[in-house]
T-cell receptor, first 115, second 114 residues
Framework: DAGVIQSPRHEVTEMGQEVTLRCKPI?????LFWYRQTMMRGLELLIY????????DSGMPEDRFSAKMPNASFSTLKIQPSEPRDSAVYFC?????????????FGSGTRLTVV | GENVEQHPSTLSVQEGDSAVIKCTYS??????FPWYKQELGKRPQLIID?????GEKKDQRIAVTLNKTAKHFSLHITETQPEDSAVYFC?????????????FGKGTKLSVIP
């Protein structure tokens, strides 16, 4: 399996622009998570899905952030409009609890820089 | 919700010495405790985990202990090597009641000095 695949790996955008991050979970995994990592705040859970349905979005910072999972193999995290304080590494992770392991498999992350 | 505290935030050890990282959690219903290692510029990767029905688990040079009464768990790395240098994250997991998520500690930056 290729693991959790995220794109792009790096994104540099100007303040006010729309940014879309993409994630393909491991095939068969039914949970998908979006995390944001910064030096100050560590790993923060933004939102997670189960069977393509958003379960908890309480970590989404504000209305500028939105996430979708139109099918089991694809999810997007969108920021519109972007701000410099959104600069961070965004990780997607997936899991399949019924295997008995509740740990997540992370993607390689997208490093977002908003200038 | 769950709160996970991790200490220390940075740790330097000589190669060959042991390293210990400690975490506490707040939700007594948490039942799964994984540890992740994140090398610079890379993704967090699961290195070892423990469930609440077990007190200790070992895998070669790494071990994790869990004290459910005190709500704390620790990562032990013996005979440290330079390639152990990374940021280590503990996490606590609770499922049920409509929730299924890991809560992470803030991380410990481990430096192994050759």
């Amino acid at each position: 399996d290729a693991g959790v695949i995220q794109s792009p790996r790096h994104e540099v955008t100007e303040m006010g622009q729309e940014v879309t991050l993409r994630c393909k979970p491991i095939s068969g995994h039914d949970y998908l998570f979006w995390y944001r990592q910064t030096m100050m705040r560590g790993l923060e859970l933004l939102i997670y899905f189960n069977n393509n349905v958003p379960i908890d979005d309480s970590g989404m910072p504000e209305d500028r952030f939105s996430a979708k999972m139109p099918n089991a193999s694809f999810s997007t995290l969108k920021i519109q409009p972007s701000e410099p304080r959104d600069s961070a590494v965004y990780f997607c992770a997936s899991s399949f609890p019924r295997t008995g392991q509740d740990g997540y498999t992370f993607g390689s992350g997208t490093r977002l820089t908003v200038v | 919700g769950e709160n996970v505290e991790q200490h220390p935030s940075t740790l330097s050890v000589q190669e060959g010495d042991s390293a210990v990282i400690k975490c506490t959690y707040s939700d007594s219903a948490s039942n799964y405790f994984p540890w992740y290692k994140q090398e610079l510029g890379k993704r967090p990767q699961l290195i070892i985990d423990i469930r609440s029905n077990v007190g200790e688990k070992k895998d070669q040079r790494i071990a994790v202990t869990l004290n459910k009464t005190a709500k704390h768990f620790s990562l032990h790395i013996t005979e440290t090597q330079p390639e152990d240098s990374a940021v280590y994250f503990c996490a606590a997991f609770r499922s049920g009641a409509g929730s299924y998520q890991l809560t992470f500690g803030k991380g410990t930056k481990l430096s192994v000095i050759p």
